[in-house]
């Protein structure tokens, strides 16, 4: 590739809410872009996925199981696309030689610590969800150490999907309060903001600027879900004395949640690349282009 020739980006999972923000972020951009959906490319067929990262110098991992609760009754099938889905991407970019940034998750970690979680701490996690997130994370390590890029993040919103701040604004029209878990903390991260992200980390891999492994792709600061809300609420000039808190025991799910979610993000400076800011001004942001229901107001 010539110093001014464009990145040849593909992205797998291109339909999803964070897929779809990538897209349009790399398309601002000029970069050179195939975007596939789950339709067009599945991660597991060995064959098609060599076929399709030929002639890419990124491939961004955003296709996954995303069901969280889902993954606790079908723990084979979600691991075949979060855990054997890298696997075979893994192996057709360390034979195309294109650089791999694979989405993941906080749910590898056990959920109980009491300051951030670095890059390099020991994961354990709790849920079939998150063992199957691991799955991939370590056959990226083994397949590809060299050019292979983990990118955790955490309670993800956006204009493309279903998500809690659009939930939390259509609940206030049917709803005079709301209650929400005030007991688990993290770090609410907009789509597009990760999505930017994403793309300075696939700059710098090829530039040969970022070292490989682990990163943490969240927002700066921290809060609960309750707080989350309570500020989608003031910020959309409602009454954030609607939100009112309460505990993960109300809601209780099949897939067991960690309580604490918070990552660190200092390898980003090891790679040149600015952290995300901070979740209340991400929202801020990203309110222009949410409606409630999860729809778009774009």
């Not at 990262?53 to 961004?60: A, N, Y």
């Not at 609760?69 to 075949?80: L, S």
């Not at 597009?192 to 696939?202: I, K, P």
Request: overall charge negative; proline content about 5%.
């Amino acid at each position: 590739m010539s110093a001014d020739a464009p990145i040849r980006w593909l992205i797998t999972g291109a339909a999803g809410m964070l897929g779809r923000d990538l897209a349009e972020v790399l398309a601002e951009s000029g970069a050179d872009v195939t975007a596939l959906t789950r339709a067009e490319l599945d991660i597991t067929d060995t064959e098609a996925v060599r076929a399709a990262v030929k002639g890419h110098d990124v491939v961004v991992n955003a296709a996954a199981w995303t069901d969280v609760d889902g993954a606790e009754a079908e723990e084979a099938a979600a691991t075949r696309i979060n855990g054997e889905g890298p696997r075979v991407l893994a192996a057709a970019c360390a034979d195309s030689g294109a650089v791999l940034l694979q989405v993941s998750t906080d749910y590898v970690f056990p959920g109980d610590a009491t300051e951030p979680y670095r890059h390099d701490a020991p994961t354990s996690p709790v849920n079939a969800y998150g063992r199957g997130k691991l799955a991939g994370e370590q056959a990226i390590a083994e397949l590809l150490p060299e050019r292979g890029y983990v990118v955790r993040t955490a309670w993800l919103y956006g204009a493309h999907g279903r998500n809690f701040v659009s939930t939390m604004l259509g609940l206030a029209e049917q709803r005079e309060t709301v209650d929400v878990v005030d007991d688990q903390r993290g770090q609410p991260t907009w789509t597009r903001a990760l999505a930017r992200q994403l793309r300075d980390l696939g700059e710098a891999a090829v530039a040969g600027r970022a070292p490989a492994g682990v990163y943490h792709g969240t927002a700066s600061g921290t809060g609960t879900w309750f707080d989350l809300a309570r500020a989608a609420f003031e910020l959309t000039g409602l009454d954030p004395e609607r939100v009112r808190p309460t505990t993960s025991e109300k809601f209780v799910r099949p897939a067991r949640r960690p309580s604490y979610s918070v990552l660190a993000h200092e390898r980003w400076a090891e790679a040149g690349v600015a952290p995300q800011p901070h979740w209340r001004d991400q929202l801020t942001e990203a309110l222009r282009t949410l409606a409630p229901g999860g729809r778009s107001g774009a």
